[in-house]
């Protein structure tokens, strides 16, 4: 039986993380895939390697600006029509900071990343949780009782520790965890499980994308005791583990992937 028998919904699929995610859901057996992201033509390339890895995982293939209270909600509306629920979300959508100093950083830049990054989330997560909230339970690959919904959000180390130059960013995946956590205490009893991944340095377009970035990386790299960037499935994988009903009793947690970079 596969671990995922129901809906899964994945922000953030045109690249990087979201894109590994959500092609580890078609590979790993579940059928029904809603792709989201504001990158359309990324999206058509995430869904052309889902196809490769699952000749019947049926895709959604939705664009969506984080930005946009209305195209999020219509987001998990357009899945709910197609498939009348959603059971794995993991909300991916982000951007990076402005790498400078909060007196060198305008008001503009911190809504834009803080809107992106906490707000847009939050509605992402909203908007699943209302769905998931209506929805009965599916059942689980051992007959363990199975929830109504599991929700992963997209943190960051950066959310547990800071660095120079970003206090947007780490503020804003800060906050990710924090939501993450109170949802969890507000939507145990309804049988939803909340929970996020912190990345440490990934290889994606994110910190690949710019060689002066790229280069500016190796410090943060060398902080962690594995001494290299994780990949985007490294990633996925976490999240695949905290969506399935393997993860039944994993609540509220800030599940850390770094490499080591946080406990040095
Ligand atoms: N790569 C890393 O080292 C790293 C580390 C920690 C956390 N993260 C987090 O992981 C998540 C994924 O990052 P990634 O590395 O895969 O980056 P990425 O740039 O490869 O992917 C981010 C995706 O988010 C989408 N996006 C950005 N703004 C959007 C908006 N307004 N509406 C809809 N979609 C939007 C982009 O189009 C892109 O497809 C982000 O939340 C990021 O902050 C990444």
Known sequence: MTLFPGVALVTGAA??????TAVSFALEGC???????RNLEGLVETEKYMREVSATCDILVHQVDMLLDDQIEGMVQAAVSKWGRVDYAV????VIGNNDRSTDTTSQQFDLINGINYRGCWLSSRAELAQMLKQEPLPTH??????????VNIASQLG???RPNAPAYCASKAAVISMTKSDAIDYSKDNIRINCVCPGVIATPMTQGDPEFRAALAPAIAIAPMDRMGTAQEIADACLFLCSSKASFVQGHA?????GYVIS
């Open 15 to 20: 690249s990087g993380i979201g894109r590994a």
């Open 31 to 37: 059928y029904q895939v809603a792709i989201c992201d």
């Open 91 to 94: 909300n991916a959508a982000g």
């Open 142 to 151: 051992d007959g363990r009782p199975g929830s109504k919904g599991s929700i």
């Open 160 to 162: 547990v520790v800071s």
């Open 255 to 259: 599940m850390v992937v770094d490499g």
